[in-house]
């Protein structure tokens, strides 16, 4: 692996390790109706940082889209979907730079019939 890439891949790493211990005892906002936590959202969505960045990874790997899976068989009401959506709103502010639209298109891409929205800061996720 090139020095830079080789760089890159650890700054992505230690970046998602931050997110993950800092986000460890939030909670999403929806969190009394919801079963959903921002920890599991968190560790199970930490994989496909490579493929949310900016100039990420053409598609995410099987952890990521595992991960996603597990998330989309949780999602069983708005408030679990809320709650998700908030979570993953947190999360994505703590690492960076990443493509929203990239957020969106983790469903389709690990065949989940899950809807995610494109995520930034601005995002109503009760809609």
């Known amino acids: 692996m090139p020095?830079?890439?080789?760089t890159h891949h650890g700054v992505?790493?230690?970046?998602?390790?931050?997110?993950?211990?800092?986000?460890?005892?939030?909670e999403?906002?929806?969190s009394e109706t919801s079963t959903i936590s921002?920890?599991?959202?968190?560790?199970e969505t930490a994989p496909c940082a490579s493929f949310l960045e900016e100039d990420g990874t053409e598609k995410p790997s099987q952890?990521?889209?595992?991960?996603?899976?597990?998330?989309?068989?949780d999602a069983e009401t708005q408030e679990d979907r809320?709650?998700?959506?908030?979570?993953?709103?947190?999360?994505?502010?703590?690492?960076?730079?990443?493509?929203p639209k990239r957020v969106a298109m983790l469903p389709?891409?690990?065949e989940v019939s899950l809807t995610i929205p494109p995520i930034?800061?601005?995002t109503d996720c009760s809609k």
């Open 3 to 6: 020095k830079a890439a080789s």
């Open 12 to 26: 992505a790493m230690l970046l998602l390790v931050t997110t993950f211990i800092l986000l460890s005892s939030c």
């Open 28 to 30: 999403a906002e929806d």
């Open 38 to 43: 921002c920890p599991k959202v968190i560790s």
């Open 63 to 73: 952890s990521c889209c595992e991960g996603v899976k597990k998330l989309s068989d």
């Open 82 to 99: 809320t709650a998700i959506c908030e979570c993953l709103k947190q999360g994505l502010a703590m690492i960076g730079k990443y493509d």
């Open 108 to 110: 389709k891409l690990c």
């Open 120 to 122: 930034d800061q601005k």
